[in-house]
C-alpha cells in the first residue's frame, strides 16, 4: 500500500490488542493523525494490580503526545533503584541511567498499569474500541488485510498492528511458529499499602530489588496512591498459564529473607495475589510481512526483569507512528519502524535473561550498552 496514493489520515489501521502496548500505539498514531480502530478480545479493557517504572524515552512520547500532565499527576519520580541481599544489607544503590541524550534524565515515573492504561484510552474515542473482539484469522492481500473475529464480525484495513501480547495469533499465522520459552520463574504479584508494606521503600521512593539466591522481592512504591507494588519472583517447574500457588510456596521462598517482607505476605491471602509464569520468547528474524506488523510482547515479549517491557511495547507505537509520518508507503515505514527498534528490544531481550544475579556489579545493565551508544 503506498501512503502517496492515500493522505496517511485516510489510512485505515486496525490494532488487535487494547494492552499497555496497543493503547498506546492508538494514541501514538492519533498524534500523528491517523486513524486507528483497536479490536480486543476481552469484555473490559483492564490491567493487572502492579507498577511499572517509566523510563525517560517513554515519558518523551508523553510529551509529545501532549498526555505528559495527565501522567505526572498519577505517577512519582523516583532517582533510584536499590539491590540489596535478601536480609535488606545494600549492595547496590544507583541513579537510574540516563536513556536519552539529555544526561539530566536519570529517574523513573513510578505507575500504577491501571492509570496508565486508563490514561491512554482517555485519549481514545470509545467507538474506536471494540470489545469482545476476539481475532480468529487473518488474510492478507496485495494492497489490503482481512482480519476475522469470533463474534463473526470482518474487518478490511491498510496496515493491520499485531499488538495481540506474547502468545499473540498474528505473529504465528504470519510472522513465525516459534513458541514463547518458560524461563523457570513464576512472579507473584500484589499492591500494598504502604503502612501494611511497614513503608519500606517508600520513604525514599526507591525501586527495591532484593536477591538471595534464585529468589527476587520487588518493591515498587506508587506515592500517589499511598501503595507498595509488591512482586515475588521464585523458581518454578510448573509451565501452566494460570498456576495454582498456595501462599505457604511463597512464604517458602522468603525464608531468608528480611521479616517485614515475610510478614507483607503472611498478612495477606493468596487471593490477593497474580501468580503467573514467566515467558519470553526468542528475538524474531522479522515483525513485519508485508501490511502487518507486530508491537510490544508480541514481538519481543521479555522476562520483566529489566522492567522494559511495557516501556518498549509505548515506545514501538511512538517509532511506528514517526515512521509512518516519514514514509511514502506503508512497506518503507515498517522497515523504518523495524530497523530502528529491533535492536534496542534484541538487547533488552538477552539483558532480561541474565539480569539480576547476586554476583550483579550494576542495578542497570544496560546502561553500558545505551549510554554508549548515545554519548
Ligand atoms: C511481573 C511483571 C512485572 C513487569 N514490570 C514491568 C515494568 O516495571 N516495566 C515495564 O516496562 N514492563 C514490565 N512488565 C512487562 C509488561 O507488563 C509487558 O511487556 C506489557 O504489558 C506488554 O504489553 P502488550 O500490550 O504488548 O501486551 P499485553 O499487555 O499482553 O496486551 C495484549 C492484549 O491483546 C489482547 N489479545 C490477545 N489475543 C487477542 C486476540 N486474538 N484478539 C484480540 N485481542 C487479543 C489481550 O487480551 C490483551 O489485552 C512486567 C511484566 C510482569 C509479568
Redesign the pocket.
Known sequence: MRIVDKKISELKVAI???????AAAAVALRNEGIHAEV????PV?AEVG????LRSPTVQYFKDWGIYEQVAKKSCQSDYMEILAGNGEVKIKENWPALTDNPKERWARLIH?ADLLDTFLSQIPSDSIHLN????SISHHENYVEVHFENGHSIEADLVIG???????IRSKLISEDKPVYSGFH?Y?TIVNKENAFNMASDANILQIYVDGQVQVYL?PLQDRKQVSV?VTAPSSDESWRPKVAKEEILNHLKCFDPKIQRIVENLNIEDFTC?P?YDIKPLERWSFGCVTL????AH??L?NV???????IQDGGALAVALRESNTVTEALQKYETRRKPITTKYQQLSRIFPSEEAETAFPEKEHFEKILN
Open positions: 488487535i490488542g487494547g494492552g499497555i502496548g496497543g479490536y480486543e478480545q476481552a479493557l502492579a507498577g511499572i517504572g498499569r473482539h476476539r481475532c480468529k499488538a495481540d501480547g506474547i502468545r499473540s495469533l512472579a504479584r515498587m512482586d503467573r514467566l508491537l510490544g510482547d508480541a515479549a521479555m520483566h522492567g522494559q517491557g511495557a516501556n518498549q511495547a
